[in-house]
């Protein structure tokens, strides 16, 4: 970090201002090159706030120069993270494809749609249980019931299973029963549930916040890495711009920011980002195209009366199609679906 | 809500949706003016979900007429709702001023700042027990101990307390212990949260998400109101934008959309809105001008060395000022500070 | 155009409003469920300012049910427009590679680059002699020189040039010098500017204004259309979001909306939308694969001394290999490059 | 202006970097503090372009230390700008109040209204004559027939008259016949048509750009003043974000930003801020709490049947009531109306 001094900073202030960073733990380097003070930090800088450095006396401007995440941070470790789980692998070079209802309706639902996108080449099963729902009159998903019937459509075709924590409260059955844990968008900064995830070692897919910044979204990766759990994979699902449209905008330049601040996967969920069941298609394969380590697709077998999200889901024929398409740009990319 | 047919929709297709509204609870007046059929419905539409409605066949724009809020909504109870805590009224003619720092830091820090803002003509004191921080390394609040150091600071002062609550597992003391309880904008969809404090009857004040709609902030308070809890307080407190000379945009329009929306009180935070403290007194002038009930501000005895938010908050002198200079604006709008 | 009449209008209201309506040149289809009355528009209906309508006595909400552009939308030409210009085609099969500096800077600069991009398959130079740049301080550009070395590019290489047009004074010299007229992201809606260039039937290469919604972007075409000028060519080129790590947020969905709503070809801008040289090959990728009908990059022989958008333009050797995996990708969506 | 150089540059490159910045006419002062090597600029900083400098090798970071903008930035002259024209002061103690229709419509129109504002104490008349509007379909008023009725009602009334010019070629017209020539919030950024309003003397009225910075909008001031025109009156109008309730959301936070930085009158347009009639006066009353030097409020006899914005406009009466609130306001602020 480094701190640059106002010109009508005194002495005093200047050294008061030093003692404060060095009993902080860190090392000060001062430098004056006929213009102004500038104080170059060294140790252990990510300790210090620079938002509280600001308020100091004699500060002008402090500039940061290392990102404030250390364990998300390629920095320190250059290598692709590969989550590792019922013996699947996400970031390597298979894509990671999640496919699968936006909730969890019955059990002939969830198996039957289970079975096809096994069929047609899916990794995942997703389904939701406990529903975000803006609204407290929409359908609030079939809870546990909901979790009960994922397990039978895993059992019943082998994938395993992705579905969303809403509440620290259900920690240990998430952690028991399900694959892998999702953290929705509206709960990316939902800290003490960061936290509780962090202490599992079941991985998490973390979604990226509405109006999270890159960075936002991996000092939330950072709340879950820091507690033990390193099984982060990250899911890039549109943000909120002005532009109406599309529910959300797919934000694709984010997968690639990810990919070169962090080491963790990236995932992209066309349904949510468009809110369009007929762009998922094209963009799923504009997401493989620009690197992302896979997708998280809505699935039903009857949009049409789905209980949620119908308009974004697609039938399991076209999904079939999507798996076959994305074949051919996985290719280019040096991957396989 | 009215149901826009497509035109190129045969009569089976109409008969089918028809049915499936009608099996829903709701009543079809059908009409049919030579351009295209139009389906008015009545009886309970609230329980159709509109995003479900328009993945029908042959449902080409659903129109909705009622918000989709009911507690929260001015059209089903015309009167400003009062909120009663501890001897005050919030949402009346008396604009409701609280004020205290981000965080509890010490016992002096919490009740020299009470007594100053007291002093002043404060009518709450806040402070951060439990902080929802960025970053895991930033200073995440004295958590228990910050809400014991409140207690003190109220009893020294006899001004009831305002603090954030962050947990569900923390609601039995919350309810116990504050005098009102703070969801946060990153908790704004939060709604196992939400839930929570619906089923107490503490006033809730909940801030508007960074990025949530003036419908979406509607329905978070619709969470906590249809659980029973009536007692809730909205807070505008910047949104996030393209501008980053602010820490976010203070939106006083939204002031104005929700008082017209719904009958509860709007307070103003101009502290993290703008996150610049010499911001912090127009935009409190502005706040009261344009109808707010009351602001929620950042007050801090020692600014530089604030544990966070220090470049927002101002020092117990600015804030004896500020109150002087709202008195003159307030009596402008009929009101007392 | 639909209109939703309050309940609480009385007879004389609506007879009122009705004539106002058909004195406009529309026929209005009143019916009456029970509920409420609704009067359906036929006609004309494009002459109606939706707007206007929503302040008029009596009207509860007003539902469009067309676009408002007319020539420049899908619904009355299913075929996607071919612009035809110096013996290239614009909307077809073969993607339309305009690549090429920022700005012009001298003959030996620009004649190298056209050379370069040529060799590696563009279809045609880009290259900036009028420059709008934020400060009035940084370069404007080699103004009527620099169209002159752009003309002395294109007798070198038989590329024909796409530059920028920043004022309607300039037009009969750009109708006359330049293959194709572009108009940059902050004239969108310089409607003076829009007018001018649809005299004339040269292509116009029209970027999306920053913060533009898809429909003020195509009413912005149909501008020039209208003129009499069809040959338009739409361009995404990233919008302005809260997101700072990129220079826009590069959006996707936008090219599959602009095809779905217009028949008008759509290229793709990644150098300015990210701002980012490094991101400029996946995103290009990226855009192929979502079903853009070409693409227009920065290509600068020397990006560390260009005179601007030096951090967002690639080399001509990095160029080269961009194009060779951009055709495996092409390939994919049957498609050349 | 201050340079991070990277700690894997060697020296060649330093020496390199530095001698470019040298031929620029800045002097280096280069520090080491055992980190990293800092360069600090001196000399005529503001021509080096801090993203030029950001492609050349070996440089980290790039920090500056001042604002681009020189003529209007409050640093070089701190006493606030007084604009004078037609015997009136923008920007002292007395609040500009600029009001009137959106568009020109008629001679009765026009002059009735320039009537009642005078009565009601507006200080200036609006009235567009030459209208940007998103559709080529809409009203584009009535164009030098509207100039020749405003000139009829500053005849009748004496009030100075403000217009919007679209055109440079309409520079002369617009010179000898309106009093504050206003560039609307979509030539923002039109540089061609702020340097040749720069060429005039009359005063000018900017609007912020929908998606324009701060600084952006500094710098289009910049543009202007630059070319020796110093009377630019800036004008605050809103800004596009996600919320929709509002057809702009007003930011205040803007008008102290802009007075911090700029020595510039801010006025605020709380009309198409909002779009929304019944927000206006309370929107005024909160833009004068917060510092602003005036406003400019659409006022129209016959709201519903306005040509144009009829939907935001207020009548005559309204504003005769707003004038009266806005004088207790203005006088808590020291200043009258």
Known sequence: MIIIINPSTNERQLAQLQQEIEQAGCVVNRSADGLRTIFGLTGDVAKLDPEQLKSKPGVEKVVRLKEPYKKANR???????????????????????????????????????????????????????????????????????????????????????????????????????????????????????????????????????????????????????????????????????????????????????LKMQSHLPVLVDPSHAAGLSWMVESLSKAAVAVGADGLIIEVHNDPANAKCDGPQSITPARFADLMLSLRAIAQCENRVV
């Open 75 to 257: 920095l320190f470790r250059a290598t692709n993270t590969l989550v590792q789980t019922a013996g699947r692998q996400i970031g390597g070079d298979q894509l990671t494809v999640i496919a699968g209802p936006c909730s969890v309706e019955s059990e002939s639902q969830i198996v039957s749609i289970a079975a096809a996108v096994k069929a047609a080449g899916a990794g995942f099963l997703r389904g939701g249980a406990f529903k975000p729902r803006s609204s407290p009159y929409s359908f609030q998903g079939l809870k546990e019931e909901g979790l009960e019937l994922l397990k039978i459509a895993r059992a019943a075709t082998g994938l395993p299973i992705v579905s969303e924590i809403m509440s620290v409260s259900m920690l240990d059955r998430f952690e028991q029963e399900v694959d892998v844990l999702q953290i929705g968008a509206r709960n990316m900064q939902n800290f003490d549930l960061l936290k509780a995830v962090g202490q599992i070692r079941k991985p998490v897919l973390l979604k990226r916040g509405m109006s999270a910044t890159i960075e936002e979204f991996l000092m939330s990766a950072e709340y879950i890495m820091v507690e033990g759990n390193e099984n982060v994979i990250l899911c890039e699902r549109g943000i909120r711009t002005f532009e109406t449209y599309t529910r959300n905008t797919l934000d694709l330049s984010a997968v690639l920011a």
